[in-house]
């Protein structure tokens, strides 16, 4: 039987009421401060340094925590309470993101600052991000599992997009703090929006006796690469994320340098890139629908390698924008399908265990991608982080290929 015509495609909508309500209420809160965050690091990084490297630094810093802990925290998030794991990763998160601001506002920020943040916020984030996927069955049916990721996706894209990017120049000029303080009490109110999820905690099965993380984690890359999808799609997604930790990494300089069109100029990509992704997870239901979930997946690729050649060789920010928006539009297509394709295929109570291997393996090229975007700027110029990262793109929906009958 051909993989794709295996896939399940969703056939209804979660129901907002209860549990998914306060889950992707407790998201899109969540989001917007992390938008905020996200949006003012970058330009505090560069008005820091005007070295490449040292800004590709902050970004490679904020994934290699995948690296490192990504299993631990998924074999964790199979043996906890997932609700409970979440909201204290927030408010530790909270805690964190407060202390950060007193500092920038003290006027003690530094690249090595920033490091130590990204840093430690993706280590908390491992857990978090893992206990949340394996928690989401728990709140909705499987056929409206497709839809709930969607909506969660499109939720965060928005509160990102329409709400917190355009507000970035605003709170940046009542204080370089602002924008991160707020980062703080959005952590605290996802918190308790968290803690108040009544849901019913996943089943576990019973762990044998002497059991360890290290056997659970082994057991849950053992089932990841005996799926031949998912074992795709990981090797796919590692590929791919070189090219995007290279276009994270340098995005701000490719805006604000190669393009010289500055802070704003930088904001209305960022708000592209929103526009675009809230469109997509609008769009990914019916597309999965009509096309399955892995021929999404590799239809995206595509059309996003496009765009970040239009990116690297066109010396237009029109052309930048444009290509940033449908960029976005088509990297929600994939994420919901894969997250959706994930869930639904995981062996019952592994479904952290398999998120975190996916996760870890898939997300092991982006530190890697981010110091070369760094090095390839500094060698080359500003506009072929872009370029490599269309060339990594190809390999990835190559790798693809094969899942495709």
Known sequence: MAVAAAEVVEGQ???????????????????????????????????????????????????????????????????????????????????????????????????????????ALTTLQTLFDNAATALLPSLVPGPALGTANARLMTGQMIAGTFLAAPLVPVLLLQGPSVPYAADAATYALAAVLIASLR?????????????????DIKEGVKALWADRPLRGLCVSAALCNVGVGALIAMLVLHITGWLDAGHTGYVVALTAYGVGSVAGGLAAGRLAAALGRLRCVFLAGAVQTGCLLAMGLVRELWVSVAALAVFGFMGLVWNANQVTLMQERAPAGMLGRVSAASRTLGAAGAPLGALL?????????????????????????????PLIN
């Not at 998201?27 to 965050?37: C, E, I, N, P, Q």
């Not at 490449?52 to 906890?80: E, N």
């Not at 309470?81 to 964190?96: N, P």
């Not at 506002?105 to 943040?117: D, E, N, Q, R």
């Open 13 to 119: 909508a979660p129901a907002w009421r209860g549990g998914f309500g306060r889950l992707w209420s407790a998201a899109v809160v969540s989001k917007f401060g992390d938008s905020l965050r996200g949006a003012a690091m970058p330009l505090l990084a560069a008005s820091l340094t005007a070295d490449p490297v040292p800004v590709s630094l902050v970004t490679a810093c904020g994934f290699l925590p995948w690296l490192l802990f990504g299993l631990v925290g998924g074999a964790v998030a199979d043996r906890v309470d997932q609700r409970r794991a979440m909201w204290t990763v927030d408010l530790l998160r909270g805690a964190l993101m407060a202390a950060f601001a007193v500092a920038v506002a003290l006027g003690h920020a530094s690249i090595a600052l920033l490091v130590v943040v990204a840093f």
């Open 199 to 215: 849901a019913e905690a996943p089943e576990k099965e019973p762990r044998a006796p002497g059991a360890t993380l290290r056997g």
């Open 373 to 401: 975007g760094g090095l390839v700027a500094s060698a080359w110029g500003l506009n072929t982080p872009m370029l490599l990262a269309a060339g990594l793109f190809v390999l990835s929906v190559a790798a693809l290929a």
